[in-house]
């Protein structure tokens, strides 16, 4: 069974740093893609960033370029996602995700993948 668990999430000002954590069990974890998604409050769920976990190739939605960081750690069975210069508007849950079709990384952050675990809540004050 396919797991996914997130972490790091918390309250932090605009401008401030959060690391978020997604480990996975369930799955030979090298040859899936895993990515990130969030949901406002209001809002329809949003892709922002994935990694082939394989080959290390990354994708990003144009609103997190140059201060969002995603990463793996294959020993460990682990993606991070380093979110540094905060903004209010990143204020959501922040969900992982696994898939393993290997399609075209940009189609997983507008689509979203397979199987999903639960959220984390970030919360960026002004």
């Known amino acids: 069974e396919v797991q996914l668990q997130a972490s790091g999430g918390g309250l932090v000002q605009a401008g401030g740093s959060l690391r978020l954590s997604c480990v996975a069990s369930?799955?030979?974890?090298?040859?899936?893609?895993v990515g990130w998604f969030r949901q406002a409050p209001g809002k329809d769920w949003e892709g922002v960033s994935c990694i082939s976990t394989g080959d290390g190739s990354t994708s990003y939605r144009d609103s997190v370029k140059g201060r969002f960081t995603i990463s793996s750690d294959n020993a460990k069975n682990t993606v991070y996602l380093q979110m540094n210069n905060l903004r209010p508007e990143d204020t959501a849950v922040y969900y992982c995700a696994a898939d393993g079709r290997h399609l075209e990384l940009g189609t997983y952050i507008e689509y979203g993948m397979h199987t999903w675990g639960k959220g984390t809540l970030v919360t960026v004050s002004s």
């Open positions: 369930g799955f030979r974890f090298d040859d899936y893609v």
